[in-house]
């Protein structure tokens, strides 16, 4: 058995500092100076100069200090201002609400489909359009067919539903609309609906339980609606105004205008204006367009006179 | 194993600026503070680097030791936050490479060992494998033959923690001795 104190005893007595170790330990530690010292030293090899001494020592050196230094603080002023600036668009842009974009198909040939296109907004539809925009500004163009459409009111949401004859622009409502050969029949069932005709350019603003019809505003579509207008057997005189109107729209020889001059021939007719309507034959006869020749002979024909 | 006799008439003229007091001082601090940095420094830290640094402050800081009878723990206390400062340095410039420290030089271990027997350089490789806590406790109670009292004036701790935590310090240092060939059948004895 070895005990402890006896081996440390030997090592104390051999890791004693030796007196010349010591020696040189304590030298060194009272050659160093301190720091008022260097200090002292720093200033009697480099001795202190004014601010002016420098700067006309700079200056003769080539060296502009002030300029420098205000090129140096117009650059950091610069770099601040951008980066503020940078970082409140960033914060008005991040607190602008995200409005996603729409873009959804509405077709619906034989039966009734509902649609939710938007938040706040059902549609109910029978035929076909579309709906672009985004949620908050909803786009819905119509084709053709009836739709309905009902809008949250809650939402102030800028919904507009624009056709070949109107552009209704609603906000928190229901509505209907219904485009056909006729033209674009606005109805509004709750809240207000404002309603440019694009023929003429009429605006109407529609409330609850009120209505209005908005014209085609070219010579095919007036020559559907007065074809639509007959086939409902409507007053002649609609088919007359119909025809009249799509003739003011194109006065070029053509198919469509040919087709217009002969529903306005019958229109006379029905009318019981046989003189205006011999004349319209006349007409017709001498624009040189052979398509319903035949026909307009024979109602010539008979009135009397070709 | 002590200072040397210190008149408290040298401290107090030390402490109150006395140039020639304090390098008298000083001198017959040096070889307390070298020994405990041999001893406590470890392999990586210059004990003599390191026991320059502590005289230095010691020049520096004397005015503010309150209690001449003092010194000695009070130089410790220096010695022991230097020392860990230095092994802290050696740390972040072994695994920072290019680190640029200013400090003092690192330790070469051959160096260290140069002058010793072969049985006081297993125990010093002993100590060093030891934990700073214990190591110190072990040099102070063993080496240099302090009481617990003193040992526990030394280390700001209660006189029963010194005696708890030498008992533990002496288990591991055996175990770790006889890991290290130091001694066969070596056991602790209590103080």
Redesign the interface.
């Not at chain 1, 051999?14 to 500092?17: F, G, L, R, W």
């Given at each position: 058995?070895?005990?402890?104190?006896p081996?440390?005893r030997?090592?104390?007595q051999?890791?004693?500092?030796s007196?010349e170790?010591?020696?040189?330990?304590?030298r060194?530690?009272?050659a160093?100076p301190?720091e008022a010292e260097i200090a002292q030293s720093l200033l009697s090899r480099f001795p202190a100069v004014s601010r002016a001494e420098e700067r006309a020592a700079l200056s003769r050196a080539g060296r502009r200090h002030g300029p420098r230094l205000h090129r140096a603080r117009a650059v950091v002023l610069a770099t601040v201002t951008v980066a503020a600036i940078a970082l409140v668009g960033l914060g008005l842009g991040l607190a602008r609400p995200w409005d996603p974009p729409l873009r959804v198909e509405l077709r619906s040939e034989t039966a009734w489909a509902e649609a939710r296109p938007a938040r706040g907004v059902n549609v109910l539809v029978r035929g076909e359009g579309a709906i672009a925009g985004t949620e908050h500004h909803p786009r819905l163009r119509w084709d053709k067919g009836r739709m309905r459409i009902e809008v949250d009111p809650a939402l102030d949401l800028d919904l507009v539903v624009v056709t070949r004859e109107a552009r209704a622009q609603v906000t928190g409502t229901v509505f209907s609309v219904v485009r056909d050969a006729l033209g674009t029949h606005v109805s509004v069932s709750r809240g207000s609906v404002e309603t440019t005709c694009l023929r003429g350019g009429e605006v109407f603003a529609l409330t609850a339980s009120e209505a209005r019809t908005c014209l085609p505003t070219d010579a095919p579509g007036m020559l559907g609606r007065a074809r639509a207008l007959e086939d409902r057997q409507a007053p002649w005189q609609d088919v007359l105004d119909a025809a009249e109107a799509g003739l003011a729209q194109d006065r070029r020889p053509s198919t469509t205008r040919s087709e217009l001059l002969v529903i306005r021939l019958e229109a006379l007719l029905g009318l019981g204006r046989r003189a205006e309507a011999l004349e319209a034959a006349r007409a017709y006869l001498e624009s040189g367009v052979d398509v319903r020749r035949a026909d307009v002979e024979r109602i010539a024909a008979g009135l009397g006179s070709p | 194993?002590s200072t040397p006799a210190l008149a408290p008439n040298l401290v107090e003229a030390a402490c109150a600026g006395d140039s020639r007091a304090l390098?008298t001082l000083?001198?017959r601090c040096?070889?307390l503070?070298?020994?405990w940095c041999?001893?406590l420094c470890g392999p990586r830290v210059n004990a003599?680097d390191a026991?320059?640094?502590v005289?230095?402050r010691v020049?520096?800081r004397i005015h503010t030791l309150q209690d001449p009878d003092l010194l000695e723990p009070w130089l410790f206390g220096i010695t022991r936050r230097r020392i860990a400062d230095l092994r802290r340095l050696c740390w972040a410039h072994r695994w920072v490479p290019g680190l640029v420290i200013d400090g003092p030089s690192a330790g070469d271990d051959a160096e260290r060992l140069a002058?010793?027997?072969e049985?006081?350089r297993r125990?010093?490789r002993t100590l060093d494998a030891l934990p700073i806590r214990e190591r110190e406790l072990?040099v102070l109670v063993?080496?240099?033959?302090r009481t617990s009292a003193e040992t526990a004036a030394f280390l700001g701790v209660p006189v029963g923690t010194v005696k708890s935590r030498l008992l533990s310090a002496?288990t591991r240092?055996?175990r770790i001795a006889r890991r290290h060939g130091?001694?066969?059948?070596?056991?602790?004895?209590p103080r």
């Open positions: 058995m070895t005990q402890i104190g081996i440390f030997r090592y104390a051999e890791t004693a500092a007196p170790a010591c020696e040189r330990v304590w060194a530690a009272r160093c301190t | 194993m390098d000083a001198a040096a070889p503070v070298l020994g041999r001893r003599e026991a320059q640094d005289l230095e020049l520096k002058g010793l027997s049985l006081s125990v010093q072990l063993h080496v240099e033959g002496r240092f055996a130091l001694v066969p059948g070596l056991v602790e004895v």
